[in-house]
């Protein structure tokens, strides 16, 4: 749990700085190039000891998720696939939030927080939920209005195929089938 704990506080820290004038102070000192690279390698160090951390939690149940979170978790994924992959495509949803590809992690933490009442999973996904929300609040002044919505259907079938594959895959990834339970 310490682990997990750490790996969670290490990356929302990093994820922080961005934007502020520490990182002007950094990227200074060190040169952009430097500066990326190791706010890339420590993120990743950050996120391995998050995946480490939670593999090793201990089971301590905080609540028992009622059998209808269930149900509501599938649903709420196929609504984070569809704003990553109108994050990453472009889309009308893009125009209207300064960034989907934040609340499509709300909403995949939401999903998983709802179906999972373990400690670990309250630190992991609450942690993302919390930092997400900050970060939104963050950029509340930056909405966007480079999209053009001319490929609706694209990005509705790449996030249906984002969701099948992850639905799919789910049980070898993690080791909790979705489907059938």
């Not at 990743?44 to 998050?50: E, F, P, R, T």
């Not at 990005?155 to 249906?160: D, E, I, P, Y």
């Not at 984002?162 to 070898?172: D, E, K, Q, S």
Request: glycine residues 10%; positive net charge; contains cysteine.
């Amino acid at each position: 749990m310490l682990a997990l704990t750490l790996g969670m506080a290490a990356f929302i820290v990093l994820h922080l700085v961005p934007g502020t004038a520490l990182r002007d102070r950094l990227s200074g000192a060190m040169g952009e190039p430097l500066y990326k690279g190791v706010f890339t390698l420590l993120s990743a160090a950050a996120l391995v000891l998050v995946v480490w951390g939670k593999g090793q939690a201990s089971y301590h149940s905080v609540w028992v998720p009622p059998v209808w979170t269930r149900h509501l978790a599938p649903l709420l994924m196929l609504a984070s696939c569809y704003l990553m992959v109108t994050y990453l495509l472009g889309g009308k949803l893009k125009g209207l939030t300064p960034n989907p590809m934040l609340w499509s992690v709300v909403i995949w933490a939401l999903a998983h927080l709802l179906a999972n009442g373990d400690l670990a999973s309250l630190v992991l996904f609450g942690g993302f939920i919390g930092y997400s929300l900050l970060a939104i609040w963050r950029s509340r002044s930056l909405r966007r209005n480079d999209y053009s919505g001319r490929h609706e259907l694209l990005v509705a079938v790449v996030a249906l195929a984002l969701y099948v594959a992850f639905l799919l895959a789910h049980p070898y990834l993690f080791g909790v089938a979705v489907m059938g339970r």
